[in-house]
């Protein structure tokens, strides 16, 4: 395939990158929805249309500028992004500690699924190359990308730091007066990630992971 340009890097980016923050987390009201709690109905976010979940920071600013730092920068650089966080009240959870861990690892598991449709596409990308040379370009490009996106927010959602995923469910786990002492940890965790990811300590750990989920359902 041949290089894009930084226009065309955008293009085959947006798609795979908005739904995947957004279809995240309507996964996360749609398992709360299904364990009792209708707020995320109540709001329209079970949907798949991503306008409803889009952040303006999270979904847009955030991972373009990222993307520009990285090419102002020379080189690749980390692509992250989220959508625009969904209530949950876990009072209305049949079994709060339980479902609220199942709630959370709603979201991981779309974007497992959303790599695997990637690559299903990637797939139909491989077998258009000669009759369709343009669409399929297009094609392997998007996919590719949807399935490196979906395999980065799916490790790092996992990672035991609240607000992430992954901190939700240690909650879950935890005796309830060790709960409450991690849970003071959340307002800190954004600025926590974010100093683990450019301080360059937290890639080397993700990294392989994430490379070898790519590798595998690409089939590279």
Do not use: C
């Not at 299903?120 to 590719?144: C, E, I, K, N, R």
Request: aromatic share 8%; hydrophobic share 60%.
């Amino acid at each position: 395939m041949q290089t894009l340009s930084v226009m065309q890097q955008l293009v085959v980016m947006v798609l795979p990158l908005v739904f995947a923050v957004t279809v995240h987390e309507a996964a996360h009201g749609w398992a709360a929805d299904k364990l009792g709690d209708d707020t995320a109905r109540s709001l329209g976010r079970i949907t798949l249309n991503p306008i409803p979940h889009i952040d303006l920071v999270g979904t847009l600013l955030l991972p373009f500028s990222l993307y520009a730092l990285s090419m102002i920068f020379g080189g690749a650089g980390f692509l992250f992004g989220y959508a625009k966080p969904l209530p949950v009240n876990v009072n209305r959870l049949h079994r709060p500690k339980r479902d609220m861990a199942l709630v959370a690892l709603a979201g991981p598991g779309a974007n497992l699924l959303m790599a695997l449709i990637w690559a299903g596409l990637f797939a139909l990308g491989q077998a258009l190359v000669h009759s369709m040379p343009m669409a399929a370009q297009f094609l392997l490009y998007t996919a590719a990308f949807g399935v490196l996106i979906n395999a980065v927010l799916l490790v790092i959602n996992l990672l035991p730091l609240l607000p992430l995923d992954g901190g939700r469910v240690v909650t879950s786990i935890l005796p309830l007066n060790l709960s409450r002492e991690y849970a003071k940890l959340e307002p800190w965790g954004l600025m926590i990630l974010l100093v683990l990811l450019f301080s360059g300590i937290l890639m080397p750990l993700i990294w392989p992971i994430i490379h070898g989920m790519q590798r595998a359902l690409l089939g590279l």
